[in-house]
């Protein structure tokens, strides 16, 4: 592999001059499809501490992060896990094996691994190990479990969403139909993942391909996942304005959006509150009152529930709850307040949401993009902010008032800002301390 970086090789060299040492799993795998490979993974004949006494001669720096199961990571200073070649016992935590034991063969070690694509070794000479006909199912684009894939799963229940995430990206276009069906029975066990596992194979997932998201769908996973994500399959918007079901729309609506998180999970979550919105207007057609506010505190109760970091959550639920926002109809002063209010980048990320959302409400949409009048007016009026600033801020009124940081704060400083943009000649220290005062309702 004429990819593998200088120092990837040269610990290779290393090792492989003691024992038996094969580039291995993820790295072969992408290599095979031309893809760059991102992590690097060593399995060697070499035992934990003979890989630690090796490297530190070479002043190589060791890290046990996984040694009661064999795996050592090196910084070369490129990071590089080398695992002893091994056999598992038995999993109860649906995670890790109870016990491992050391062995001498490659081809031992390969066929313990998830899916065969990722069950292929190569030689320091090219010579690829494949005992599990990996690269027969890469180049068909077959996703398969190695042996019993109902075993597979049990023993890692993750396995589920990882399938799902490498169709997501591209490492393969189906899952083998007895893997699915092993899939599709033991789905539940997912439920015992922690939430932070499951989280980062849905990010990984949304921020890829729009069929992995399909196949999270599909197999039920996603419903899992998010338990409010099932009143939406199936769901008939019953209005002469949208072409598809809620989760349909929630979909294209995910495909179209940016490739950033905050902007992948906004999309997913935008409409959740839907079904529980919905009232009729007595014509034929309903509608959803609310259901961007009452949608706003669902998306963060279950991103909180997932575990996501506090800014996330705070900008998908920011997102979700003035994605209604009518950018087409929205004045100077109100393009002006928002931006204020959630920032001047966050209102530019609305802008995005409401094009994905809007291009997924019917197929004839899907061309739709905002004026760039839009874009250009949220730029000049960024602009007179960021030139025209305000001449007291959040430091200035918390000291003023003696109060700490919160809501009162942002009160008070909006308030300064109305008075300026109606009377420029007002923005003094004085002035906007007394407006602040009566803002946060202090003598």
């Not at 419903?223 to 729309?249: C, K, M, S, Y």
């Not at 009152?289 to 279950?302: F, L, N, P, R, T």
């Amino acid at each position: 592999m004429e990819a593998v970086p200088g120092p990837v090789r040269a610990l290779w060299e290393e090792l492989d001059g003691r024992a038996p040492t094969y580039l291995v799993g993820g790295c072969v795998r992408d290599a095979l499809l031309g893809l760059p490979p991102h992590d690097w993974d060593l399995t060697t004949a070499l035992r934990p501490e003979q890989v630690i006494r090796a490297v530190g001669a070479r002043g190589w720096r060791a890290l046990e992060t996984g040694i009661a199961f064999g795996t050592v990571t090196v910084l070369t200073p490129l990071p590089v896990e080398v695992t002893t070649f091994r056999s598992e016992g038995a999993y109860h935590d649906h995670r890790r094996p109870e016990s491992v034991e050391f062995g001498t063969s490659v081809e031992e070690d390969l066929r313990r691994r998830d899916f065969t694509i990722n069950a292929l070794a190569l030689n320091r000479a090219g010579g690829l190990c494949d005992p599990c006909g990996g690269r027969a199912d890469l180049e068909a684009g077959i996703l398969r479990a190695v042996g019993d894939p109902l075993e597979r799963f049990r023993e890692d229940a993750l396995r589920m969403w990882r399938a799902v995430r490498f169709i997501a990206e591209g490492k393969a276009r189906t899952i083998e139909d007895g893997t699915r069906q092993a899939l599709l029975r033991l789905k539940a066990q997912t439920a015992l993942l922690s939430r932070e596992r499951v989280r980062d194979e849905l990010s990984r997932v949304l921020l890829a391909r729009p069929e992995g998201l399909l196949e999270a769908r599909a197999t039920g996973l996603l419903a899992l996942a998010i338990p409010e994500w099932a009143a939406l399959e199936g769901f008939d918007q019953r209005n002469h304005h949208h072409d598809r079901t809620v989760a349909d729309h929630t979909a294209a609506a995910v495909a179209y959006a940016p490739q950033r998180l905050e902007l992948r999970l906004a999309a997913l979550l935008h409409d959740i509150a839907k079904p529980q919105c919905m009232v009729w207007d007595g014509a034929g057609d309903a509608h959803y009152y609310e259901h961007a506010v009452v949608g706003g505190q669902m998306s963060a109760d279950i991103l909180v529930r997932l575990r996501y970091p506090k800014e996330t959550v705070r900008a998908v639920a920011e997102l979700v709850h003035y994605h209604m926002f009518d950018f087409a109809q929205a004045s100077p002063r109100s393009l002006r307040r928002l931006g204020r209010k959630i920032g001047w980048p966050r209102l530019r990320a609305l802008c995005a949401l409401h094009e994905a959302d809007f291009r997924a409400v019917h197929r004839e949409r899907a061309a739709y993009r905002l004026p760039v009048e839009v874009g250009a007016l949220i730029d000049s009026l960024q602009q007179e902010d960021e030139t025209s600033p305000l001449a007291v801020d959040g430091r200035d009124v918390m000291a003023a008032l003696g109060i700490g940081p919160g809501p009162r704060v942002g009160r008070a400083l909006r308030a300064c800002r109305a008075v300026v943009d109606r009377q420029p000649e007002r923005n003094d220290r004085a002035t906007l301390l007394e407006v602040a005062r009566r803002a946060a309702g202090r003598p």
